[in-house]
């Protein structure tokens, strides 16, 4: 089943690509006063031309930061907000490809924008699998025929413009989703089985941390990883035993995984201080600090002092850079003008509402105890997936941006997935594309949830990708 998520998903990156190019090539492009700084590239090759024809729907908004980034570094303080994993793994990528495609005269960008979409297709490819894998072995095997619903409702997902632009989201769900499977692989390995339960354990911590290199939000993972741990520990207590030396093992790994979890954030600090706060800093190439004076940014130069940030006892470029250039804090983004921003929000969010209510473990009688709302809460394999989609929709509604909702939660939480899928009719290995199709038209005019989800998936997938591909505020 496993090489059908493999073409379901490439063939849904084809379609979005394709979009893209038509709309791209046949709409004009609106032209936002955002960060697009000037090409240091003299002159376009052939090959530059086809591909900035071919692939420049994928290079609008944030893409123009990561791409930036891959190519100059963190030169502008503002590029700080945007984690080093995935303009890393694209200045990599680039490297090696370049090797092997000397002949074709591509310039640094050009090179950067074509491997930059081929890493977000392979990564979009093994998220689809991961999911796939995940919902096979959650709770048992439990979901087990309803795993390729889910993955087609993946692969058509609201968000599906950010999976293929030079977004970080392919890799950051990528690296999320494989981890919740070895998580989900390493607690229903056999207790003889020690060596593979702490195989799969430490590969798990490893993808969260690197998670957590790609985006800001992967911290939150290690919270799935405490509850998991917690579920474990509660269920292995005997009446009124062992739950001393059960509590502080939990205190311990619960410390270990905090520490963990910031590695990557406080790695990624000490660099930006080092960068930013040294007296040693490198002079730019002109083009760039022209555009930099022109737009008022702070970049780096030997000749101008330390950023303010820098003087702080606690000299956070994170937190500076979201509150300074982008206006993040709590609440603060509540605002009139914005009304359209979270009505493009509200259908992700009401659908995540509904997902947490449908997968909360505790919805027995309105009379029901503590003790049985905790025990029902300890036997629930998906609790800790619940309580990590709530802090995050939690953290959307009062902290972010709202706009960006739909791709952070799209490339965070399975369970949105999941919940569609269970909608769907189940399939068996052998399937039928024509058959299913014409079953699943018959579930969505029985029922008028998927009816909506389908319809809700379809039109921001396409509407999305056409407007994002022409720099309209689709972010």
Request: proline letters at 5%; hydrophobic letters at 50%; a positive charge.
């Amino acid at each position: 089943m496993l090489h059908r998520v493999r073409s379901l998903a490439l063939w849904s990156r084809l379609g979005v690509f394709l979009l893209q190019v038509v709309a791209n090539a046949v709409i004009p492009d609106y032209h936002p006063d955002v960060f697009n700084p000037p090409s240091t590239t003299a002159a376009l090759s052939f090959g530059d031309k086809l591909v900035r024809f071919m692939l420049g729907g994928f290079r609008r908004w944030d893409a123009i930061y990561f791409l930036f980034i891959a190519e100059h570094g963190y030169v502008y303080e503002n590029c700080l907000a945007f984690f080093p994993l995935y303009p890393q793994a694209v200045r990599m990528a680039s490297g090696i490809v370049g090797l092997f495609l000397r002949l074709c005269d591509f310039s640094t960008e050009s090179l950067l924008l074509l491997c930059g979409s081929a890493l977000n297709v392979v990564c979009f490819v093994k998220a689809a699998q991961a999911l796939y894998g995940w919902i096979s072995v959650v709770d048992h095997g439990k979901y087990r025929t309803n795993a390729f619903p889910t993955v087609l409702a993946f692969c058509f997902n609201p968000a599906s413009i950010f999976f293929s632009a030079c977004y970080s989201e392919s890799l950051f769900c990528c690296l999320s989703f494989t981890a919740f499977l070895h998580l989900e692989r390493s607690y229903q390995s056999t207790p003889q089985k020690k060596n593979a339960f702490a195989r799969e354990m430490y590969l798990t911590a490893f993808l969260a941390m690197l998670s957590g290199a790609a985006r800001s939000n992967g911290v939150v993972i290690f919270g799935v990883f405490i509850l998991k741990k917690a579920q474990t520990q509660f269920q292995r207590i005997s009446p009124g035993k062992q739950l001393l030396s059960s509590s502080f093992d939990l205190l311990f790994i619960s410390v270990i995984y905090g520490m963990m979890a910031f590695v990557p954030f406080v790695l990624f600090q000490m660099y930006s201080f080092r960068l930013h706060c040294s007296v040693e800093k490198q002079p730019l190439a002109p083009a760039l600090i022209d555009y930099a004076v022109e737009r008022g940014y702070i970049y780096l130069d030997p000749s101008r002092n330390s950023s303010s940030w820098c003087d702080s006892s606690l000299p956070v470029a994170y937190s500076h850079v979201q509150k300074s250039h982008w206006n993040v804090g709590m609440l603060s983004y509540y605002e009139l003008k914005q009304l359209p921003n979270f009505l493009l929000a509200l259908p992700v969010l009401v659908l995540s509402c509904w997902t947490l209510w449908t997968f909360l473990p505790f919805r027995g009688p309105r009379r029901s105890s503590i003790q049985s709302i905790v025990m029902q809460a300890a036997e629930s394999p998906l609790l800790p997936y619940v309580a990590h989609l709530g802090f995050l929709v939690a953290f959307c509604l009062f902290f972010v941006h709202i706009q960006i909702s739909t791709r952070l939660l799209c490339s965070s939480s399975p369970l949105l997935y999941l919940a569609v899928g269970l909608l769907m009719p189940p399939t068996s290995k052998n399937i039928d594309w024509s058959t299913y199709i014409r079953n699943l038209r018959v579930a969505s005019e029985k029922d008028v949830r998927l009816k909506l989800c389908i319809q809700y998936f379809a039109f921001y997938a396409v509407i999305g990708t056409i407007l994002h591909a022409n720099f309209f505020p689709w972010t």
